[in-house]
């Protein structure tokens, strides 16, 4: 059978002789065997007995120690911000792995740089704003941490990846001097427009040193999800210990790749995210650069993070007791232990199976979907699954930038949120999943022509606003 394999593709007898018509038979066999190499990487993608297999892909951004162990492999994905007009469609359309690894040295789980941030980041589709609940999370941290180190006129404080100004607007009337650096420009200039200073600029060591130059330090430096987007971590980190003043601290958000794992959040999972977080990962990141992790609090945020507090080693902050439970937690919980992340595949795969079991019988019974949002993490979920508009007819979502524009890879249109009332679909699936709460509060009202809303993770859920109290 091999043999006839390779004569096929060959177009040589079994003596090394041509055979009849090979050029056809070379073509045919071509595509048979890209077929089949095919299948074998999927195969080998999704098997249990394969998950966990040690080759060396690069290695780790973190530690530089070699990465021999997958923690899971989604395959081939667009990236997940790449939203396409219609003259885009017939294009070529560049895919990348989504192959994540774990570091067996300092337990980094992270992806390969397969894409620079300057492609990613120049310009980009997320506006923080849209968000409801994050504008209002971020309004609480700024009185909050304004109390907390008796911030005030003569302070300064930076956002690096500060977005549209979703957080540092609620510094303006505090008085307080900000300093917004974001590289992608359409966004910044957004925040320019509420008068929020903003500079335009990947953020590392080489702008710290700049910013020092001009007598600036921070009393404050503030990084909201932007440490997973950093694919050089020990440059931005050694940039943060560059420009936070003596007394100065730092606060992360993040989220927690605990809760990533416990609730099976692969979704969260895409190319703009180079890294995923243990505490104890942090610290050691810390360490490298001077720097001490003195607090840590848990945050619901995008389905369970992690907010730290860093300074100066030398700071006087003294190391609180939450510190030393989450590490302790981390350390029971086996993230030392390079086989904890290998168990992490199958429930992937599981719940990949599940969605498309849903999907296919609400199909079959002739029901109407559409989805609500058009999130990075949606387009993960899209794409490892095989969801285009087959499955759903279109999806929503409250910024304008996405309206017109269709996903990439799976290609759904992205309509106005108004579409959802004039089609009247029987299901919503939710791929913002962690804006679960708002979403259900903001379209109760679908449940007038009884539409059900869905969400995907941990498992997939079926929600009828119907049950749910005014």
Request: proline share 6%; aromatic share 10%; net charge neutral.
């Amino acid at each position: 059978m091999q043999w006839s394999r390779w004569s096929r593709a060959t177009g040589r007898s079994a003596t090394g002789t041509e055979t009849g018509d090979a050029s056809s038979e070379r073509a045919a066999a071509a595509t048979y065997l890209s077929f089949e190499v095919r299948v074998m990487r999927a195969t080998m993608r999704d098997s249990p007995a394969l998950s966990g297999t040690k080759l060396v892909n690069g290695h780790c951004r973190l530690c530089q120690a070699p990465l021999e162990t997958t923690f899971v492999d989604l395959g081939m994905s667009p990236l997940c911000e790449s939203y396409l007009t219609v003259n885009q469609l017939g294009q070529m359309e560049p895919y990348f792995p989504l192959h994540v690894l774990v570091c067996s040295n300092c337990f980094l789980v992270q992806l390969q740089e397969y894409v620079k941030p300057e492609h990613i980041f120049t310009e980009y589709a997320y506006f923080s704003s849209y968000s409801t609940s994050w504008v209002e999370h971020a309004r609480k941290y700024v009185y909050m941490i304004k109390d907390r180190l008796a911030l005030g006129p003569a302070s300064q404080v930076f956002e690096i990846a500060s977005n549209d100004g979703y957080l540092l607007q609620h510094f303006l009337p505090l008085n307080i001097p900000v300093i917004g650096i974001e590289p992608a420009a359409n966004v910044a200039e957004a925040a320019r427009a509420k008068n929020i200073p903003t500079l335009v600029e990947f953020f590392g060591l080489g702008p710290a040193k700049r910013l020092v130059s001009e007598r600036r330090r921070a009393d404050l430096i503030i990084g909201n999800n932007v440490l997973a987007q950093v694919p050089d971590l020990n440059d931005f980190t050694a940039g943060t210990a560059h420009l936070l003043a003596p007394n100065g601290v730092i606060t992360l958000e993040f989220p927690h790749i605990e809760r990533l794992i416990a609730e099976n959040q692969f979704d969260t999972i895409y190319h703009e995210h180079f890294s995923y977080f243990s505490l104890i990962t942090i610290e050691h990141l810390a360490g490298k650069h001077g720097l001490k992790v003195f607090d840590v609090e848990h945050l619901s945020t995008h389905g369970g993070s992690l907010r730290v507090y860093l300074c100066h080693s030398d700071s006087a902050h003294a190391i609180s007791p939450g510190v030393t439970a989450l590490l302790a937690h981390e350390r029971k919980i086996g993230f030392e232990d390079i086989r904890s992340y290998a168990r992490f595949s199958p429930r992937v795969h599981r719940t990949k199976r599940e969605l498309l079991s849903f999907l296919i019988q609400c199909k079959e019974k002739g029901r109407k979907l559409c989805g609500y949002g058009a999130p990075g993490k949606g387009n993960t979920l899209l794409n490892y699954c095989g969801i285009g508009t087959d499955f759903l007819d279109f999806t929503v979502d409250r910024n304008p930038y996405k309206h017109g524009r269709y996903t990439p890879g799976m290609h759904i249109p992205v309509h106005p949120i108004s579409a959802i009332d004039e089609a009247q679909p029987d299901y919503l699936l939710i791929l913002p999943w962690n804006l679960k709460n708002e979403i259900v509060a903001q379209m109760r009202h679908v449940a007038a022509w009884g539409c059900k809303m869905v969400v995907s993770i941990p498992s997939v859920e079926v929600i009828d606003p119907r049950g749910l109290g005014s």
